[in-house]
């Protein structure tokens, strides 16, 4: 079965930086678009970043452009997030999501596989 599973996840302070990491398993990792969303307290879930199968530009919410890079490595089925100057605000769970579906990369929709998370607090 598919599986995606979230790690690097921690508690900082405000402008460090932090490395997430998503290892895939169970599904042709290439040929899927792949990307982080993340759920601060009492909110919804929001975009963050993402990367198309194809390789063609990132996608990045406003929040978070210069500050965040995604990356993927189709060898080893791996997606990245580095996170630099990390903010109070960034604190949430992060996911790591793939899916196949032509739509929206910043949509939750286009996602049919979902990692557990992991918790990213930044601190003053």
């Known amino acids: 079965q598919v599986q995606l599973v979230e790690s690097g996840g921690g508690l900082v302070q405000a402008g460090d930086s932090l490395r997430l990491s998503c290892a895939a398993s169970g599904l042709a990792f290439s040929r899927y678009h792949v990307g982080w969303f993340r759920q601060g307290p009492g909110q919804e879930r929001e975009f963050v970043a993402a990367?198309?199968?194809?390789?063609?530009?990132?996608y990045y919410e406003d929040s978070v452009k210069g500050r965040f890079t995604i990356s993927r490595d189709n060898a080893k089925n791996t997606l990245t997030l580095q996170m630099n100057s990390l903010k109070l605000e960034d604190t949430a769970v992060y996911y790591c999501?793939?899916?196949?579906?032509?739509?929206?990369?910043?949509?939750?929709?286009?996602?049919?596989?979902w990692g557990q998370g992991t918790q990213v607090t930044v601190s003053s």
């Open positions: 999501a793939a899916g196949n579906v032509d739509y929206d990369v910043r949509s939750a929709t286009t996602y049919a596989y």
């Open positions: 990367i198309r199968w194809s390789w063609s530009t990132p």
